[in-house]
């Protein structure tokens, strides 16, 4: 089955412990980025990756770090995690092509909550 | 001022009505996406388009690349169709790659 997995699903983690996110596809995609989800906001683009050890700055990359060593995997990094990022995070990927990057295939999102 | 702008924000509905959902963006785009997310949070896509129409079941998509707008029909309303629906585009005159999304409408359609 087509799938992009995040884990973890939810987390309730302290201020300062870094965290890792991952994603994970099998649709052999070379596009994948990552979004957080905020009351009020909508959805905001942190960082994505056109290709493996490509990545680029989305609108809102402070405080996040991201690594494409293999194609099917995007892991999203928060070095220091701060109050403010707690949010809804969704991972997405699709095949991107020339003319636009085809259909989007999100994750099911990983709710993180920093106190 | 957002770069893009759907309207409605809420929209409520009888089961059966006609439902139009509109998108305005203000850069220039390779593409643009019409997208889903139920009340439980996933997110589904339902249309990549870079112009003109498509249509799957009872839901159809137009973009107008000109007037730099879009709009997402439903036709047949069904309860089941109480959503958000998200419009994003893909920033064309900015890095490639890069999706700039709307705030989104809130459908309720009422049985």
């Known amino acids: 089955e087509a799938q992009v997995t995040q884990n973890p699903r939810y987390l309730i983690t302290v201020t300062g412990k870094k965290l890792t996110v991952t994603c994970s596809q099998n649709m052999n995609h070379e596009y994948m980025s990552w979004y957080r989800q905020d009351p009020g906001l909508g959805l905001r683009q942190i960082y994505y990756?056109?290709?493996?050890?490509?990545?680029d700055k989305g609108d809102v990359p402070e405080g996040y770090k991201v690594s494409r060593k293999e194609k099917r995997n995007f892991p999203l990094i928060l070095e220091s995690p701060s109050p403010n990022q707690t949010s809804l995070y969704f991972c997405a990927s699709s095949f991107g092509q020339i003319e636009g990057y085809g259909e989007l295939f999100f994750g099911e999102g990983s709710r993180l909550t920093v106190l | 001022k957002n770069e893009v702008e759907q309207s409605p924000q809420n929209l409520t509905a009888q089961e059966g009505e006609f439902i139009t959902i509109n998108c305005s963006y203000s850069v220039g785009i390779s593409a643009l996406h019409w997208l889903q997310q139920h009340p439980g949070g996933g997110i589904v896509s339902l249309f990549m388009l870079s112009s003109g129409k498509k249509k799957h079941g009872r839901l159809i998509a137009t973009i107008n690349i000109q007037e730099k707008h879009s709009s997402l029909h439903i036709t047949a309303s069904h309860p089941r169709d109480s959503a958000v629906y998200i419009c994003a585009v893909e920033n064309y005159g900015g890095s490639q790659g890069n999706l700039i999304f709307g705030k989104g409408t809130k459908l309720s359609v009422k049985p």
């Open positions: 990756s056109m290709n493996v050890e490509v990545t």
